[in-house]
Structure formats: C-alpha cells, structure tokens
Nanobody, 119 residues
Framework: QVQLQESGPGLVKPSQTLSLTCTVS??????????CGWIRQSPGKGLEWMGA???????YYSLSLKTRTSISRDTSKNQFTLQLSSVTPEDTGVYFC???????????WGQGTQVTVSS
C-alpha cells in the first residue's frame, strides 16, 4: 500500500520559510488522477487544507495561504515539497502530507511532523 513520510526541520524562526518534504513509497506522485496534498493542524484547531499538486503538475492552494505557499515535486525521487514563507508563531502545528483522488480528501496520510515557529 501507499506510504508517505514527512521530513524537515522541527523548529523555524519567525519570518523564515518553512520547508517540508514528503517521500512517497508504494505509489507514484504522477499516478493519473491523483493529488498530493499538505494539511496542517494548529494547537486547538481542526485540520486545515493548505494545497495540493496534481499528477500533471498543476498546483492548487488555499485562498488564505496562497500568497505564502508553494508546492512542488521531484518525480525522480517520488517526493513533493511544501514551502511556507514569512512564518509566524501561528503557523506552529503538525503538518501532514497525503495522497488521494480528490483535491481535499485523501486516503493515504503520513504520520505528521511537528513544526514550531519560535525565535
């Protein structure tokens, strides 16, 4: 079955860019009709969809985060990445990568990685 694993720094300073990578195994980031997405959960809040990249490379972003978010992929490594710029402590939370046939609903998830924004 498809497995996803997030990786990246657990601590980021305010105003810097958060960068996370998701490595996919048992499946491909280019499989037809599939989306690879990023979702986060901040303390005391529900899950927030951030954006996704489709198998053809098209990207889609949450309106509230669009100006700060970039999602890309490396098909040779079967990975996709998240970059979130100008972070503040409000961006602290657990970040998940996921994959599925719907833009915002996924059937395979990574375990999540904690990111703290603090000086």
């Amino acid at each position: 079955q498809v497995q996803l694993q997030e990786s990246g720094p657990g601590l980021v300073k305010p105003s810097q860019t958060l960068s996370l990578t998701c490595t996919v195994s048992g499946g491909s980031v280019t499989t037809n009709y599939y989306y690879c997405g990023w979702i986060r959960q901040s303390p005391g809040k529900g899950l927030e969809w951030m954006g996704a990249i489709r198998n053809d490379g098209n990207t889609y972003y949450s309106l509230s985060l669009k100006t700060r978010t970039s999602i890309s992929r490396d098909t040779s490594k079967n990975q996709f990445t998240l970059q979130l710029s100008s972070v503040t402590p409000e961006d602290t939370g657990v970040y998940f990568c996921a994959r599925g046939r719907d833009l915002t609903r996924y059937d395979a998830w990574g375990q999540g990685t904690q990111v703290t924004v603090s000086s």
